[in-house]
């Protein structure tokens, strides 16, 4: 399978630059035995990147089997961990429900953008 690079996958130009990013001269490859690939390709996948609201169901496509089956569902297990703190702004638990406030612009988030983001 093919992955892009995620520092060559930045979209500029608002996405129009798509096909411009996408092919095997701008991929690498990786071994899908070292874990589930979908959770590889977020918002900066080019392919994916052209229609935001979109992105909760390609993981789904990718995570549905692992979800039911209740896998971990990631490649490192560093990352388990660190997604299983109960303090952090965002939900791992409730992923589509993370990204749907954002959506309607509830979410905050915190650290090093707490400077940039509007006091309420």
């Known amino acids: 399978m093919l992955m892009h ?3 060559w ?17 701008n991929s ?14 977020g918002p900066n996948y080019p392919n994916y990147a052209m229609n935001v609201g979109h992105q909760g ?3 789904a496509i990718g995570g549905a089997a692992h979800i039911a089956r209740g896998d971990a569902w990631t490649l490192s297990p560093l990352m388990k961990i660190t997604f299983a703190d109960p303090s952090l702004k965002f939900d791992f638990s409730e992923i589509r429900r993370e990204f749907a406030k954002g959506a309607i612009r509830e979410f905050m988030p915190a650290g090093e953008r707490s400077l940039i983001i509007p006091a309420r």
């Not at 979209?11 to 001269?25: E, M, N, P, T």
């Open 57 to 59: 169901e390609y993981a």
């Open 28 to 41: 690498m490859s990786i071994r899908p035995d070292e874990g589930l690939l979908g959770e590889l390709r």
């Open 9 to 25: 996958s930045r979209l500029g130009f608002f996405g129009y630059d798509l096909q411009d990013q996408c092919g095997s001269a």
């Open 5 to 7: 690079k995620e520092g």
